[in-house]
């Protein structure tokens, strides 16, 4: 299945409100959780069976339950879950690895806890874990590699750290790493994959490179 979010009322020919799903052919299927404002991430869980959504929305899910701009919604019904984190401002960007789900944007509080622009949330309860990097500007991108969370934003300090717009953090302390590619404008996108980190954004020069 291919899930998109995004800001439209209609998308492959049906009536779809800014989340759908395709089959691999391109089809799109009955899936219609109709988020009420835009949706700007998306994450699965391992088994396929949740699926976790991030915006700007207050409604979201088949039955049109009440969510603050953060959602976990049934592959197989379109309907959310109980789990609702409530952050009080919207989502970006969000990764999931095990148990836990990352999740970045432009909040300061989450599941009732203060949390600067990023947090990481059990993935059954919606409650936040202690890990806390609070970066001092929003959050845009995540990708999990291992123990390693790349975050991208427009940030220029994470975890007590001068970081310029990407930074790699413990999974487990939030702790930051050395690694720091200097990045002159924000980034919106990562991917981690084997040893390399592909980013993309609106900079012209990392790590002293154009």
């Known amino acids: ?110 599941g009732g806890q203060p949390r600067n622009n990023v947090a990481a949330l059990d993935a059954v309860t919606g409650i936040p874990t202690s890990w806390a990097p609070n970066p001092n500007l929003p959050v845009s991108s995540l990708a999990v590699s291992g123990s390693t969370v790349y975050i991208g934003g427009s940030f220029t300090s994470i975890g007590g750290q001068p970081r310029n717009r990407l930074a790699a953090v413990d999974s487990s302390s939030g702790a930051v790493s ?13 991917i981690a994959s084997g040893s390399a980190v592909f980013i993309g954004g609106s900079f012209s020069a990392v790590g002293g490179q154009t």
């Open 178 to 190: 050395a690694w720091n590619p200097d990045v002159n404008n924000t980034v919106n996108s990562i």
């Open 1 to 110: 299945m291919v899930y998109v979010g995004g800001t439209f009322s209609n998308i492959g020919g049906q009536a779809r409100v800014n989340l759908a799903a395709f089959d691999l052919a391109g089809n799109v299927n009955s899936w219609a959780p109709n988020a009420n404002n835009s949706v700007s991430s998306i994450a699965v869980s391992s088994d396929g069976l949740t699926i976790y959504v991030g915006g700007s929305f207050s409604m979201i899910g088949a039955a049109s339950q009440s969510r603050s701009n953060l959602a976990a919604i049934e592959s197989s019904t379109g309907n959310a879950t109980a789990w609702n984190p409530g952050p009080d401002n919207f989502v970006l960007a969000l990764a999931v690895s095990g148990s836990t789900v990352y999740a970045g944007g432009a909040f300061a509080n989450v």
